[in-house]
């Protein structure tokens, strides 16, 4: 079956478990790629410039708004731009790639809007808010700041969960992968 030209779209709150399960899909998965997306917040430790993002200072990102270069970007947190190239994702079609996105819940319900049924979009559910801020707090991955920033946003973002076509409660994470595999392969093959 011709699986090219699909798209497969996380989103959820910061913490609620999007990078985990993507990464689990692109290992199983040899035609999922990730679109790296550009932002404009600092690089953290376990993190590498153009695999997890292309790391680019403001005024980069704000040449490539000019220049038309994105498909969507959001300032999500303040002073904070994220946005997915078209350069992305042109070239993972060019290796009859599957698109993979980790985006914010507007930027999710913008390429949703672009690309309708060739995309799906899933929401990832934390068990609760205060597993997801655990779960943010063990990560250990923000400043003061930034984790304040994130939880702050949190319980709006959840309020988005019905939009998508699917929910994917992050509880016991070998549930969640299991479920993120079954959603992809249905999504892929109708199976
Ligand atoms: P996001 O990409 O949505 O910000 P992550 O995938 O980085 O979230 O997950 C946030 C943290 O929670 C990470 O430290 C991850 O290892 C952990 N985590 C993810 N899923 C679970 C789970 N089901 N149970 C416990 N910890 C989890
Ligand atoms: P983080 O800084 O934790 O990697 O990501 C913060 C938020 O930005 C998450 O909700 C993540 O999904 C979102 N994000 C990452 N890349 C993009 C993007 O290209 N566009 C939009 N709109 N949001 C993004």
């Known amino acids: 079956m011709d699986i090219t030209g699909k798209l497969l779209l996380f989103c959820g709150p910061s913490g609620s478990g999007?990078?985990?399960l993507v990464h689990h899909l692109l290992k199983?998965?040899?035609r999922l790629k990730f679109s790296?997306?550009?932002?404009?917040?600092?690089m953290r430790e376990t993190e590498k410039n153009g695999v997890d993002y292309h790391f680019l200072s403001v005024d980069e990102f704000k040449k490539k708004i000019e220049a038309n270069e994105f498909v969507e970007w959001e300032e999500v947190y303040k002073d904070r731009f994220y946005?997915?190239?078209?350069?992305?994702?042109?070239k993972i079609w060019m290796n009859n790639g599957i698109a993979?996105?980790?985006v914010d819940v507007e930027g999710g319900l913008k390429m949703k809007k672009i690309f309708g049924d060739r995309l799906l979009s899933v929401f990832v559910m934390p068990p609760s808010v205060d597993e997801l801020h655990n779960r943010l707090r063990t990560r250990n991955s923000e400043t003061a700041a930034s984790f304040e920033a994130r939880?702050?946003?949190s319980e709006h973002e959840l309020t988005y969960a019905f939009r998508f076509d699917q929910v994917i409660k992050n509880d016991q994470l070998e549930?969640?992968?299991a479920d993120a595999e079954r959603i992809m392969?249905?999504?892929l093959y109708n199976s």
């Open 151 to 153: 939880i702050a946003k």
């Open 36 to 42: 790296v997306s550009a932002t404009t917040r600092p």
């Open 18 to 20: 999007k990078t985990t």
């Open 185 to 187: 392969e249905k999504f």
């Open 100 to 102: 993979v996105f980790d």
């Open 83 to 90: 946005g997915t190239l078209k350069s992305e994702i042109e």
């Open 28 to 30: 199983i998965h040899p």
């Open 175 to 177: 549930d969640a992968l």
